[in-house]
C-alpha cells in the first residue's frame, strides 16, 4: 500500500499538465496535444511503476517523451522560460538514455522522481511569477 501513495505522486503532475495544456495550445495545438497525451500516460504508468518494478522503464521512457516535448516546445514558443524549456528539454534526453542505458535500480526510480518534484517545484514557481 506505501508504494501506492508513493507511485501517487505522479498523478501530481496532472494540474501543471493543464496549465501547460491551455497555454501551449494557442501556439502549438499538435505538440500540446502531444504532450498532454504523454504526460497522462506517464502519470498512469508511473503509478502503476510503483507497485510493479518492470513498468519502471515505460515510466521514464514517458516520462522522458513528455519533458522533451514540454521542453522543446517551451523554448520555441515561449510558454515557458528559455532556461527552463531547455533543461526541460534536456531532462527528457537524459530520462531517455537512462532508460536505454542504465540498469533500472532503486536508485534510478528515485533520482527520476526526485527530479520530477524538483521540475514540478521550478514549473509552479515559474507559473506564480507570470
Known amino acids: 500500500m506505501a508504494n501506492l501513495v508513493m507511485g501517487a505522486g505522479y498523478a501530481f503532475i496532472l494540474p501543471s499538465v493543464a496549465v501547460l495544456h491551455a497555454r501551449a495550445a494557442a501556439h502549438r495545438q499538435s ?31 514517458l516520462l522522458g517523451m513528455w519533458w522533451w516535448t514540454v521542453g522543446k516546445m517551451g523554448a520555441e514558443t515561449g510558454i515557458l522560460p528559455r532556461a527552463l524549456g531547455f533543461g526541460t528539454a534536456t531532462a527528457g534526453v537524459a530520462a531517455f538514455a537512462a532508460a536505454a542505458f542504465v540498469p533500472m535500480g532503486p536508485w534510478l526510480w528515485e533520482a527520476a522522481r526526485l527530479a520530477l518534484g524538483v521540475w514540478l517545484i521550478a514549473l509552479a514557481v515559474t507559473f506564480t511569477r507570470r
Do not use: C, M, N
Not at 45 to 51: Q, R, S, T
Open 31 to 61: 505538440g500540446s496535444i502531444l504532450a498532454t497525451i504523454a504526460a497522462a500516460a506517464a502519470a498512469i504508468v508511473g503509478i502503476g511503476a510503483a507497485i510493479t518494478t518492470e513498468l519502471r522503464p515505460a515510466a521514464l521512457i
